[in-house]
């Protein structure tokens, strides 16, 4: 709604207020004085009707709304009782059934806030529960009807990544009816699982189990392959994206081809296939390997000599086509699941184990292929230095995993993929090779993996507990020397094998932190994309409508990757299905006329906002594209001239709960702006877990500490609050909105210092990271500060209020704030 | 094993390889017998061999520019191999010398036409191994019994009854035909496999600049002249290899022009290129017009945008 609608909405009505107080059994009315608030809710401004219930949000208690509304023509409901995060959207319900915008309604805890957590002084939380209701009262007062906002939703979905996971998720989509798009980099879609010779604990042949996927996601009419394609933009909001893909050149053309092989046949030239890990080569015009979907050949034109045999060999077919060109593609789709998987960790850089140097030290996944029977070697385990197979081969774990110095995350399947080269070794050449493994600590921990690893020994596998300190080559024979120690025997050791194989690191494949960007999701500490919550939205972005499939996400076995991908089309599914998507209205609306952008060149909103959702033009006001917006608030705090408001959280009804909070004695007050997600979370917390602290905190409830601006700082002292308080998600993960604690902090720790050379006893204004399970770190941060409050004194403090008053005031005064 | 490239340059040689688990390419580049002549920087297809000149030294005899390759550009396809004319360039997997690119038929191979016949050798003659210039020729003697006869003076009797023996190492061969020249008896034809006109410009030489005749690697086939005090060309010698044009300091003082190379039939994309590099688009087009090829000489006409008469 435009802001000049709602101005005139504000002027024209005449405001009736009506103030439900909760018993909650004795939860309430057991501490507080219910009359005492009845008669206290009364006098305040607009409120023209006061009613008490046992129990509100039982049935007759949501009646008694229902009916007041009607009977006494409310047009704003106040319900005191519990904390919104429990039944805000019971009574938002409530109000609409009884014709009442559902914005219109506003929740006092004092039950979380005050009866709870206050029991052994009643009378002081009474008082403080008469705040919450005036403090809600005055907010209530300028609440303004919202409409929830419906946008279309396009029923077609995009997969990025077509290895098992993101097969599984488009195979899902397709098969629930839905038009899915499989966009693959490479030039066939089965990912890494299409390397691998066995799986593990079934020892099933890996290509023999996804091959027939994969013709199943190649044949199905839903699916569109884009293979050999990048991502190169992603616009628009869940249900409306707007993606942008290039099709890279194969110079050949994809209809045409029939995969026939014959210009592979006569192609002179030769380089070496990264599919085989550089292990064996492949040819200028080839595919990766026999069984590619979409079964089309390319052309390399890094090797390529140009000498069109092919093209005579193509003949009639008429597929190859040397001028190809990119092509860029637009799509629309509703939802997007990501599934761009991960990469091995080729330890170069780690002069340890001499990968790259000696010649008989080979990753796991180089000796996937060299086991493979249809790899360079078809399935002879052979020495680069001499061609022969080794007698004794070592397994070493853990390489770059679980190092702190590199990657200090366990990389999940290396264990049990080690388990099953020492079975597939011990199966094929029996007593003919010995086999060692030096592990840290073997994880099977998933079904059937147990009595792999039992079966492993049972088959003569040889374990060592502990790490390698170090590998050595015998120039001679280029065996190795590896120097370990066993923690077993608690002595160090030294073992001569004649190959080397390192369980590496799964790491986040290149350019996730381009594709991050390019899909404005956030990267963990590990580099791997961020899920949106790790327990409850494991599998969404924390944008909406994109979601996460596969080990992009984390490293991953087959199985879990299988899951994560259907769970990925059924959660992209509940978005699909439906003509339209809802958008919560508590979103950021820039007013026009005071956006400087228009002037200057601004767009710090745009810069600050966690989810690219404002666009600022040069010359233009900034726009805030409304389904994108997730209404943290942050640019409304950040906006230099107040253009920016947050609906439903303006700085209007802000600024009136920041002044009811502190009409009477100030001094004796803690402020408190708390987060929704995290510390208003944590401070129900300390509720529910009758946590006492001392009734002097007045909180004001907030979507994101990002939203808490300086200037409701500034009016608080200058209001003369003894103490100020802002609390957020914890740095660096927690916050719901990315990082508006991030922007919140860098914000604070501007002004405390100003605070302080202006006279403010540094211990009064305080930001405290409290997460939702943290209510005993809630309740003491109240405790101290309150502490802390008593020993400055109120005279201390009202004396400072007087140096700083004037300045404040000047400042607000500045930017028409009083 | 991952794949390890390896690039090593010594005074002998360069060499370039890809070592894979299962393979191994080689470059191998004997320095000794490289001319630095232009031919292989121009066929090569990938563009990865690049000429360096030497900085000339006051008082010196000018050197000829060394070739670099570029291991991340080089493929391995081993053009350069077949087209050095000093076979100076060998590339070999897993140690054999196998020419894939000839055995696709996708690359022609050079042909060095050099006919012996040495049953009419004098037996005292060793003229062609005196001429040759590269030192490719051997004289040997077979006795009766297919004995090779080391010293010809003792056996001055049955000289007779000797006979003459002459291998060359056509591999290296440029095709020069001084040997042919000397010859007294006609015991060697030679054909040239590059073909082309040379032409120096003698007033356009700087004063005393003999540069292109200190590179030139056949003697004979530039000469001071005791007239002007100039280089010029004695065309019948030059094999048109160019390292000459890369020393030269002054434009159009000496011009190169190849017009074709003889080569064993092929229809090749990549030789086309290789040849409009090495001669020009005019006398690819010729090539093709002599062959027929009409679809590919529309495509070379429409890639330059002109017509060919």
Not at chain 1, 42 to 52: I, Q
Not at chain 1, 151 to 166: F, M
Not at chain 1, 250 to 260: E, K, L, S
Not at chain 1, 464 to 489: C, Q, W, Y
């Amino acid at each position: 709604m435009a802001q000049k609608e709602i101005q005139k909405q504000a002027e024209t009505e005449e405001l009736r207020i009506g103030v439900f107080i909760c018993h909650c059994g004795l939860n309430i009315a057991g501490v507080l004085d219910i009359k005492e608030l009845i008669e206290f809710a009364k006098t305040l401004p607009d409120v023209v009707y006061v009613k008490d219930n046992r129990y509100t949000c039982a049935d007759p208690g949501q009646d008694e709304i229902r009916k007041g509304i009607k009977e006494h023509n409310l047009n704003r409901v106040i319900v005191a009782a519990c904390s919104p995060r429990m039944h805000e959207p019971t009574f938002r319900r409530t109000v609409s059934e009884a014709g009442l915008n559902p914005f219109l309604f506003e929740m006092a805890n004092i039950r979380e806030f005050s009866s709870w957590c206050h029991p052994s002084t009643p009378k002081e939380a009474t008082e403080k529960a008469k705040d919450l209701i005036k403090m809600a009262v005055a907010k209530a007062r300028l609440f303004r009807s919202l409409e929830t906002m419906e946008v279309p939703v396009t029923n077609k979905a995009l997969v990025v990544g077509g290895g098992i996971a993101g097969m599984n998720a488009a195979l899902d989509l397709a098969e629930m009816g839905f038009k899915t798009y499989l966009l693959e980099k490479g030039e066939s879609i089965g990912g890494h699982m299409a390397q691998l010779d066995k799986t593990f604990p079934t020892l099933d042949c890996s290509i023999c189990i996804e091959g027939p996927k994969m013709v199943d996601v190649g044949r199905h009419p839903n699916i569109e392959i884009i293979s050999f394609a990048d991502l190169l933009s992603v616009s628009g909001f869940i249900g409306n994206f707007k993606v942008k893909i290039r099709r890279n050149p194969r110079y050949v053309i994809a209809d045409n081809c029939t995969g026939c092989g014959e210009c592979r046949d006569v192609c002179p030239i030769e380089y070496p296939n990264e599919w085989d890990m550089s292990l064996g080569v492949r040819k200028a015009i080839s595919v990766p390997f026999d069984q590619a979907v979409p079964l089309i050949y390319t052309i390399n034109k890094d090797y390529c000599i140009e000498c069109f045999k092919c093209v005579d060999a193509c003949g009639a077919r008429r597929a190859i086509n040397f001028e190809q060109e990119p092509e860029e593609i637009e799509l629309e789709v509703g939802t997007i699941v990501v599934a761009t998987g991960y990469d091995i960790y080729l330890p170069y850089d780690d002069p340890l184990y001499g990968y790259g140097k000696y010649t008989n030290v080979i990753t796991s996944l180089e000796f996937e292929r060299l086991i493979l029977a249809a790899g360079p070697t078809v399935g002879k385990v052979i020495r680069a230095s001499d061609g022969k197979k080794p007698h004794t081969i070592a397994f070493i774990q853990c390489v770059g995993s679980r190092d702190t110095n590199k990657y200090p995350y366990c990389s999940n399947f290396c264990c049990m993929y080690t388990l099953k080269h020492a079975v597939q070794l011990k199966e094929k050449y029996k007593e003919d090779i010995e086999v060692y493994v030096f592990y840290m600590d073997m994880r099977s921990n998933f079904k059937g993996f147990e009595e792999f690893y039992q079966r492993a020994r049972e088959l003569g596998a040889n374990f060592i507990r502990g790490r390698v300190s170090r590998v050595f080559e015998v120039p001679e024979t280029k065996n190795l020397i590896i120097h370990a120690e066993d923690t077993m025997l608690g002595q160090p050791i030294e073992f001569e094998a004649e190959m080397v194989v390192l369980a590496t690191a799964a790491i986040p494949r290149k350019g996730t932190d381009e594709m991050a960007r390019i899909l404005n999701v956030t990267r963990g500490a590990d580099g791997f994309f961020m899920e949106s919550h790790p327990k409850l939205k494991p599998i969404d972005a924390p944008t909406d409508g994109i979601f996460f499939a596969g080990s992009c996400q984390a490293p991953k076995d087959i199985p879990y990757s299988v899951s994560q991908g259907s769970g990925a089309a059924g959660r992209a599914a509940t978005v699909l299905s439906k003509p339209t998507w809802k958008i919560e209205p508590i979103i950021a609306v820039v007013d026009p006329d005071k956006c400087r952008n228009v002037k200057t060149k601004c767009g710090i909103c745009a810069e600050r906002c966690p989810y690219g959702a404002i666009k600022a033009e040069e010359g233009k006001p900034a726009q805030v594209r409304a389904a994108m917006c997730h209404g943290c608030g942050t640019c409304v705090a950040e906006c230099p001239s107040d253009a920016i408001t947050q609906m439903h959280f303006t700085d209007a009804q802000i600024f009136a709960q920041i002044r009811t909070a502190l009409e009477s004695n100030p001094e004796d007050k803690i402020l408190g702006f708390l987060c929704n997600w995290c510390s208003y979370a944590g401070a129900d917390l300390a509720g529910t877990s009758r946590f006492e602290y001392p009734p002097t905190i007045r909180p004001i409830r907030v979507m994101c500490s990002g939203r808490v601006d300086r200037d409701f700082i500034l009016e608080a002292f200058r209001l003369g609050a003894g103490m100020v308080m802002v609390g957020a998600c914890h740095l660096p993960y927690d916050c719901h909105y990315i990082s508006g604690n991030y922007k919140m902090k860098a914000r604070m720790d501007a002004l405390a210092p100003m605070l302080q050379k202006l006279g403010l006893s540094p211990e009064r204004f305080r930001v405290e990271y409290v997460s939702a399970a943290e209510g005993v770190k809630f309740a003491e941060v109240v405790r101290e500060m309150t502490e802390q409050m008593h020993a400055l004194g109120q005279d201390k403090i009202k004396v400072e209020n007087e140096k700083l008053r004037p300045i404040l005031e000047r400042m607000l005064k500045r930017k028409g704030l009083i | 094993m991952p794949l390890k490239t390896l690039k090593k340059d010594t005074a002998e040689a360069l060499t370039l390889e890809w070592i894979l688990h299962i393979r191994k390419y080689k470059l191998a580049l004997d320095k000794n017998l490289c001319v630095g002549c232009q031919i292989c920087t121009l066929a090569c297809p990938k563009e990865a061999i690049k000429l360096e000149k030497q900085p000339k030294i006051l008082g010196e005899k000018a050197k000829h520019a060394k070739i670099d390759i570029d291991l991340e550009k080089c493929n391995f396809c081993a053009i350069c191999d077949i087209l050095c004319p000093y076979g100076a360039i060998e590339v070999t997997v897993n140690g054999e010398h196998l020419l894939s690119v000839v055995e696709k038929e996708s690359f022609p191979q050079l042909i060095r036409d050099i006919q012996v016949d040495a049953s009419k050798c004098p037996v005292d003659c060793v003229e062609c191994e005196e001429a040759c210039p590269l030192d490719l020729i051997k004289v040997t003697w077979l006795a009766a019994d297919r004995k090779t006869v080391e010293n010809v003076d003792s056996l001055s009797e049955k000289k007779g009854e000797l006979q003459v023996k002459i291998d060359i190492q056509e591999e290296r061969c440029p095709c020069c035909r001084i040997c042919e020249f000397k010859c007294p008896e006609g015991v060697l034809t030679v054909r040239k496999n590059f073909h082309g006109k040379i032409d120096i410009q003698p007033e356009k030489c700087p004063e005393g600049c003999t540069d292109c005749l200190d590179v030139c690697p056949i003697t004979g086939a530039l000469y001071l002249s005791d007239e002007d005090k100039k280089v010029h060309v004695n065309e019948m010698f030059c094999v048109y290899c160019g390292a000459c044009k890369v020393v030269c300091p002054v434009e159009e003082a000496l011009e190169l022009k190849r017009t074709s190379v003889r080569h064993t039939p092929v229809s090749s994309g990549a030789w086309n290129k290789a040849l409009e590099r090495l001669a020009s688009p005019v006398e690819i087009s010729k090539e093709l017009k002599a062959k027929g090829s009409r679809k590919v000489l529309e495509s070379v006409e429409k890639r330059l945008g002109w017509k060919m008469v």
